[in-house]
């Protein structure tokens, strides 16, 4: 899949590993590293123009600091010319922190790192091209997956999921922590449903 990867330049560092990440499941890559001024936003640059003969999906890596250089800008014009969810040109978000997606966002299907920033594996990227190429197979997620499901969280060891496998709760419910077991002296990490209690756990 002809892929690029657009970002803050303050996310240069999980940019480089989920390159790396996609890279290994095949995506043609092209990084696009933005340092946001006052005219440059989604709106005014190629980012909101792709063409269907260069590029198949851009992955928009979405954080703190790309909700303070274009959320604005977003909530304003709404999604960026050109890409779509559905459509030729695919725009696939992925949330590195909490900073909530603009709600011209916010309905497409995308890729939450709930396991943190690094955790970045090799599914995540498999579920990126998969979103931005639905010809391509979609990795194996737990939870049943809907289409009023958009959120695909990343817990690392601990795999993808799609919705909370106790009560069918979105992923977004579902959060992550770390722990020490003191009778096994075993440090685990930990993710649990905030809905119903639903927890898996695995060494670290």
Partial sequence: MRTRLSYQQQDERPASTL???????????????????????????GMAHPSADTEDAVVLLWSAAA??????????????????GTGEARLVPVRLDDTPLPPSLGSLRHVRLAGGTYRMTDATAAMIVHIGST????????????????AISDFGDLGLFAAC????????????????????????????????????????
């Fill in 19 to 45: 390159a790396a990440a996609l890279k290994r499941v095949g995506a043609d890559l092209v990084l696009d590293t933005w340092t946001t001024g006052p005219d440059d936003s989604p709106a005014s640059r």
């Fill in 165 to 204: 496998p106790g009560c069918g709760v979105s992923s977004d419910r579902l959060g992550s922590y770390t722990t020490v077991e003191h009778i096994s002296d075993r440090a685990l990490y930990l993710v649990i449903c905030g809905a119903c209690g639903w927890q898996d756990a695995c060494d670290i």
């Fill in 135 to 150: 010809a391509v197979p979609a990795p194996a997620v737990r939870g049943n997956a809907s289409e009023d499901l958009v």
């Fill in 67 to 84: 909700g303070t250089a274009w959320g604005k800008a977003l909530a304003e014009s709404g999604l960026p010319r050109g890409l779509t």
